[in-house]
């Protein structure tokens, strides 16, 4: 459970720092060392590495966990910044890693029973960075409170690090995660097939829904059954994807069999201004969401065929 917590407040933590796009690294890097635990992209194109720790302690610190976040930078994260490390099985590099980040976080539990001395619960939070000093190319997040920012610098890059992501694999890793989690298995058995290089054929029935006056993607036909299983479990939410994103995802994936494609996802992320009022929904900037039951209602039928695209006819409108 404490892992989980680390990786929740680390996803949360680059988000809030710009960060749209991630994939687990070793999917993309192939390394013999210790390797960071996720690989993230910004709207601006720049790859970045995070190390993700969490704790659940009766000695948690703000010192511990500042110590735990610099160590697990210099060990998983600073061997890689500012160089183009392989990808696994001897691939291509995905490009260059711009920056890195360590995230710890380190959870002091109440007691059980009442009795005194009463110990306050409390949570504690580290985030150790690459010195932003030391790049002429700064990624536009400085830090602030709390963050511990370290130096690294044997591997200083010989000139100014260009933008030179190689988006396709991380984003198709990114939005595999997101059609897994809105219930759609043929987009997925799509995506697997695009980077096993096979032949896609299968096709995925989605509804269409709307919720706080926005649309969203929820699988129908064909799903997975453990995350059909998870509903009891949500209490009253529902995993979907937003349909701006949905739609450009899918219409570039039609088309990633097509030898002349681009392997480039041109999507853009998602943004929701600070100041809306509370919305029926949680929204990801890669646009994957968690929707209200209560507040959703399907509007449509859309059927997506990995070889010609999209269709869809509206349905009677029905509370989900």
Not at 30 to 59: F, Q, R
Not at 93 to 104: D, R
Not at 279 to 297: H, K, W
Request: proline share 9%; aromatic share 8%; hydrophobic share 40%.
């Amino acid at each position: 459970m404490s892992g989980r917590m680390g990786a929740g407040v680390t996803d949360q933590t680059m988000e809030m720092l710009g960060f749209v796009w991630r994939d687990v690294a070793e999917e993309l890097i192939g390394s013999s060392t210790p390797l960071a635990d996720y690989l993230y992209e910004n709207a601006a194109g720049a790859l970045v590495l995070a190390e993700a720790k969490g704790s659940i302690s009766n000695a948690a610190s703000q010192t511990g966990v500042n110590t735990r976040a610099r160590n697990a930078y210099h060990r998983q994260v600073d061997p890689y910044v500012y160089t183009h490390p392989p990808g696994p099985k001897g691939a291509a590099s995905i490009g260059l890693i711009e920056h890195g980040y360590a995230v710890a976080l380190a959870a002091l539990p109440g007691p059980t029973t009442p009795s005194p001395p009463v110990i306050t619960a409390d949570a504690f939070l580290a985030v150790a960075e690459t010195d932003p000093s030391l790049s002429s190319s700064p990624l536009g997040a400085s830090s602030g409170g709390g963050v511990t920012s370290t130096t690294s610098s044997p591997n200083l890059p010989l000139k100014t690090p260009m933008y030179d992501p190689q988006r396709f694999a991380l984003r198709l890793g990114n939005y595999r995660g997101v059609f897994l989690l809105a219930n759609a298995a043929a987009v997925v058995d799509a995506i697997d097939s695009v980077r096993l290089g096979r032949e896609p054929a299968r096709r995925q029935t989605f509804l269409r829904v709307q919720c706080g006056n926005e649309d969203f993607l929820i699988g129908l036909d064909p799903t997975f059954p453990p995350i059909s299983a998870l509903e009891p479990y949500l209490r009253g939410w529902i995993f979907a994807i937003a349909l701006s994103a949905a739609d450009t995802f899918l219409d570039q994936l039609a088309n990633a069999s097509n030898p002349n494609f681009a392997r480039a996802m041109q999507i853009h992320p998602l943004v929701q201004a600070l100041a809306d009022p509370p919305r029926p929904f949680l929204l990801s900037p890669d646009g994957f969401a968690m929707l209200r039951r209560d507040a959703t209602v399907a509007t449509h039928e859309l059927i997506w065929d990995a070889q010609s695209g999209s269709v869809e006819r509206t349905i009677p409108h029905r509370q989900l």
